[in-house]
């Protein structure tokens, strides 16, 4: 254990020094400079907040500076589009909603800091693909950064700042305070062609980075901090999009790494929206009590062509973990994962076919999901509890998974039973320790890895401007 903790330790500390090398590279950036960065489009128009009288002393409340703005910028969406630059400060805001063809751009030094009052925060009827408010009935507080319907939207900076402040909801949830579902820090809905990127997340109430039902969308250089205890705050959840590459992104949390969803039980089915075509790339994650990849459990639109490579987990619950149950439906298909270092963790490999939340007693019982054609390959994992809690659901068994060139060093203290495998099926091969009777070896085989290019995977960010208005402190 105290290697594990060391090795952990090092890791953030590697994490700070790199702060503090950037800090040092950025901090002479003088007023009048230009500051250059990619993005998939750049604008014609440029403003800073501080044009729309925003305060960034951390304490008066700016949403509707914020709100202003954006409906000022608005205009320019067929003229060019518009970046709106947020410069050094602390600008506590509410909700505020984002427009078509616009940056938002947060200056190194700046910080978006979400506003503790709910009334900052207009609540909204739940999604349709879940008929219900993930926290409980009823409906949803809006999202810090939001916006529907939207074409051409890119969240980004040189590492700016969204600061959730999520500790009061975290109580009100806790002690069952909240009549609704509390806020997430980014969510766009119905949308496409969406970059987020370049900046630093922390604290969210809820979910960090929600798209749903959005397409086009490149997710990369973030990191996201929440405490490991902290409830439901997943780093990035796609839920029913199509297109999407992450890659480059640090998150520590206390919940799933990365969320793959696409709506719950009946609501889900009738929506039937589902999310496909992902490629995950250089992720790390730390979170002692979840997954650094979840598939589900709220998946019943489907979740169908995705892979992951390259992807690193450090005192984290387990690997990729599929999580369905009766009552979801659709499928989970056609998933690649290729190279996996893992460190300190419960499980590598995790598949529930019993996560029984539901939304309402509604759901179809015998609404079961197919699960097939999981394929892992290439893990190297040290420190491990136990290699594979592998059920699937009795009368629909999960198959077609695939195993290959697996390493899994245990811990001091590792489980008796190293492999537990029910109602599930596949092959095996150089896997060690030795699998359960379900995943035969099938000698010197490779598990499955597509060789063509994820759609999204193939788009080039332009370099794009603006000439700073304020000294970057």
Not at 83 to 112: D, E, M, R, Y
Request: with cysteine; glycine share 10%; hydrophobic share 35%.
């Amino acid at each position: 254990m105290a290697i594990s903790t060391n090795f952990t330790v090092a890791l953030l500390l590697i994490g700070v020094l790199q702060l503090i090398s950037f800090t040092e590279c950025r901090i002479h950036v003088l007023s009048g400079s230009e500051v250059t960065y990619p993005a998939i489009n750049c604008r014609k128009h440029t403003a800073f907040l501080t044009d729309f009288g925003g305060n960034g002393d951390g304490q008066t409340s700016n949403t509707a500076v914020f709100q202003n703005a954006v409906k000022n910028l608005s205009q320019f969406a067929d003229n060019g589009g518009a970046q709106l630059i947020v410069p050094p400060g602390k600008w506590l805001t509410g909700s505020f909603n984002l427009t078509n063809h616009f940056t938002l751009f947060i200056q190194f030094g700046a910080v978006i800091l979400a506003s503790q009052d709910e009334a900052e925060y207009p609540v909204v009827e739940p999604l349709p693909s879940y008929g219900h408010g993930r926290d409980g009935p009823g409906g949803r507080f809006n999202s810090l950064i939001g916006g529907s319907h939207l074409t051409d939207v890119i969240i980004t900076g040189y590492n700016g700042t969204i600061d959730g402040q999520g500790s009061l909801w975290w109580k009100k949830f806790h002690k069952k305070k909240l009549k609704y579902t509390r806020p997430y820090l980014i969510e766009l809905i119905y949308s496409n062609q969406i970059q987020i990127s370049n900046l630093t997340l922390i604290d969210s109430p809820s979910w960090f980075v929600h798209p749903v039902y959005s397409s086009d969308i490149i997710i990369q250089d973030l990191t996201i901090r929440a405490p490991v205890d902290s409830p439901n705050t997943d780093g990035i959840n796609p839920d029913s999009c199509k297109n999407v590459k992450i890659q480059d992104v640090f998150i520590v949390s206390g919940d799933d790494c990365v969320a793959i969803k696409s709506g719950w039980d009946e609501y889900g089915i009738k929506f039937g929206m589902p999310t496909e075509q992902m490629i995950i790339r250089r992720l790390t994650c730390i979170s002692p009590d979840s997954a650094m990849i979840a598939l589900g459990s709220e998946m019943s639109g489907g979740i169908k062509n995705i892979r992951a490579e390259d992807i690193s987990a450090i005192n984290t619950e387990s690997a990729v973990r599929i999580k369905t149950a009766p009552g979801r439906g659709a499928y989970i298909t056609d998933i690649f994962v290729d190279r996996m270092n893992l460190q300190t963790m419960k499980y590598v490999f995790w598949t529930t076919g019993s996560y029984g939340q539901h939304p309402d007693p509604g759901y179809d019982p015998n609404a079961l999901p197919k699960v097939d054609g999981i394929n892992y390959r290439n893990v190297v994992a040290k420190d491990v509890k136990m290699a594979g809690n592998m059920g699937g659901i009795d009368g629909d068994p999960f198959t077609g998974f695939c195993l290959s060139n697996v390493t899994i060093g245990l811990s001091e203290k590792p489980k008796k039973l190293q492999w537990n495998c029910t109602e599930i099926s596949g092959v095996s091969s150089n896997v060690t320790p030795q699998t359960c009777d379900a995943f035969p070896d099938n000698g010197s085989m490779e598990c499955e890895y597509p060789l063509d290019t994820v759609p999204v995977d193939t788009v080039e960010l332009k370099t794009c401007s603006f000439t700073t208005a304020n000294l970057i402190l």
